[in-house]
């Protein structure tokens, strides 16, 4: 399922979610959204992308605050762990956040490892929507 | 002796049995053979041709699950019995000596231990 | 995982057994040698996908890995256990030794079908780990899962990925490439589905052209080897397709398409080819082609046709 961009083509923004499929087992969809909880682009099967930009926002938002309160210093992902499938929240940037959902077998060390490079990529696309 | 072998060694009990084994429907793995083990044959081949039987006779007929296979030689009853489950299905099966088996009542004991198999 | 020659690095075991680390093809070896040691611990795998294998006193108790459905899993995900009683019985014991039966003691699950879910999911293990090739691999501290009670032999496990790696290579291709390859209905009108096995209905009704044979694993909470076989019959029967391969389960020679999310349409299937290995008198498996690889593509009914 594609999201719609007001402004640029999302269609390289989704290759790169859909890339994440690829490159990390146990992975099925992603979602790539504001800080403010509005859709930029998805991946997206049966999740609603709407709705996750918006709990995204919320759930890093939460997170830091928790954060702060333990002293823990600056958030770096949240981790929703189920009985079906883990959900991560993650920045991409200062701006936009990754919501990556994956099923119990998710190969959390190659999400480790690949993030990284998913985020540069996602920030060197999303770098073109700033007027220069 | 596990559960499972303990289950299995029942079939034993009925007489003219004289092999039993638990058997992945799907992967043929052998998940317990108790008995003589020649006489219940190798798993794989056992659940290769339980596919074959649903995959290619099942739909000609009434189709759906198989329920059991007799295959009849000079000497031998071999009988598989589908165990459904939750999970992925395992068959029954067991090598009964001609002579001393009513192969009826053998089919009747051996759908009863088929229910009560994975307790 | 196939039978190697003896690891030389494997015969320092004297001093600490935990910490050894070591080179991908040597895995068997290295297991055939903890045997003997009787070792208890954990051997990790670094790949895609790595893994853990548990053993106690040399024997392969419990194997964790992506790429495929964990005992929790299986149990979650078939309904046999829900998740309550599972945080029930975690609650009831110190480690996950004992979990399993924690489990059985409260009658959650039935021992014998624990005992079958456990040794099914060792193998499943195994074959997802050697399905995912190679990488670094070290020994460790045991580490706490849901154990097995009877631990299988490292040379069984062994004996059989073997064989089953050669069956999806003779009936399909490649291990790796069906455990990334995403199914799809491939419609077969004449086949009423009060025909078909449960389980087929349940790929059938999962598998959407998105889902590669492992996440369809996970989602049915199969194992991965039960589900590539089951795929392979299916794709025999003209139920299911792969994109990128022909409807009779041959590579296409169509130019591949990039990816834009959409779904070919799927093109008509041919009467569908004896994939299946054929019983032959005298007892040997009949299917071996020319080239070794995949069966022939000519039509060859072995059955009769009514209602395929």
């Not at chain 3, 099914?120 to 045991?142: I, N, Q, R, S």
């Amino acid at each position: 399922m594609h999201a719609h961009s007001s402004a640029t083509s999302s269609a390289p923004l989704v290759d790169v979610l859909a890339s994440l499929r690829e490159r990390v087992m146990g992975v099925s969809e992603s979602v790539l959204s504001t800080a403010d909880g509005l859709l930029v682009a998805a991946d997206t099967d049966t999740a609603q992308p709407e709705a996750i930009a918006a709990l995204a926002a919320a759930t890093l938002g939460l997170g830091a605050r928790m954060a702060q309160q333990a002293d823990a210093g600056s958030l770096r992902d949240v981790v929703i762990r189920c009985g079906g499938g883990q959900i991560v929240v993650l920045s991409v940037g200062d701006r936009a956040l990754l919501s990556i959902l994956g099923d119990e077998g998710v190969d959390v060390a190659a999400l480790q490892r690949e993030s990284p490079a998913i985020v540069e990529e996602l920030l060197a696309l999303l770098a073109a929507d700033v007027p220069s | 002796m596990s559960a499972l072998e303990a289950s299995l060694s029942r079939l034993l009990e009925t007489p003219g049995v004289t092999g039993a084994a638990l058997v992945d429907a799907v992967t043929g793995l052998t998940y317990c053979a108790v008995g003589d083990p020649s006489a219940v044959g190798d798993g794989v081949d056992t659940a290769e041709l339980a596919a074959l039987v649903t995959d290619r006779v099942g739909p000609a007929g009434t189709g759906g699950e198989l329920e059991s296979l007799v295959v009849t030689s000079a000497r031998r009853y071999h009988v598989v019995r589908t165990v459904r489950r939750a999970g992925d299905p395992l068959l029954l099966v067991a090598a009964l000596d001609r002579d001393r088996t009513n192969l009826a009542l053998a089919l009747r004991q051996l759908n009863g231990h088929a229910e009560g198999m994975l307790a | 995982m196939t039978a190697d020659g003896p690891d030389p690095r494997s015969a320092d075991t004297e001093g600490d057994r935990s910490g050894r680390s070591g080179s991908p093809r040597n895995v068997p070896a290295l297991l055939l040698g903890l045997r003997q040691e009787r070792f208890s611990g954990t051997v990790r795998l670094f790949g895609a996908p790595g893994g853990t294998i548990h053993l106690r006193a040399g024997l392969i108790h419990a194997i964790e890995t992506p790429g495929t459905p964990s005992v929790e899993s299986a149990l979650l995900k078939s309904g046999r256990v829900d998740d309550e009683s599972w945080a029930a019985g975690l609650s009831a014991v110190r480690d996950t030794d004992g979990l399993g039966a924690a489990l059985v003691a409260r009658g959650s699950v039935g021992a014998a079908e624990l005992e079958v879910v456990c040794a099914g999911t060792v193998f499943e293990g195994a074959f997802a780990l050697a399905v995912g090739g190679p990488g670094e691999w070290e020994t460790g501290d045991p580490a706490p899962t849901v154990l097995s009670r009877y631990g299988v032999e490292p040379q069984s496990v062994a004996e059989e990925t073997t064989r089953r790696l050669a069956l999806v290579s003779r009936l399909w291709g490649s291990p790796a490439e069906l455990a990334r390859a995403r199914a799809l209905p491939a419609g077969r009108p004449d086949v009423p589905a009060e025909r078909l096995p449960h389980r087929y209905l349940g790929l059938l009704a999962l598998a959407n052209g998105r889902r590669t044979s492992r996440d369809l694993a996970f989602a049915s909470g199969r194992g991965l080897f039960g589900v590539m076989v089951d795929l392979i019959r299916m794709n025999g029967l003209g139920l299911v397709q792969w994109e990128g391969r022909a409807p009779a389960g041959r590579p296409s020679t169509a130019p591949r398409v990039v990816g834009d999310g959409r779904v070919p349409a799927p093109a008509p299937s041919p009467v569908p080819t004896a994939h299946l290995p054929r019983r032959v008198p005298g007892g040997r498996r009949a299917g071996h082609t020319p080239d070794g690889a995949r069966p022939s593509g000519g039509p060859e009914p072995t059955a009769p046709q009514a209602g395929l």
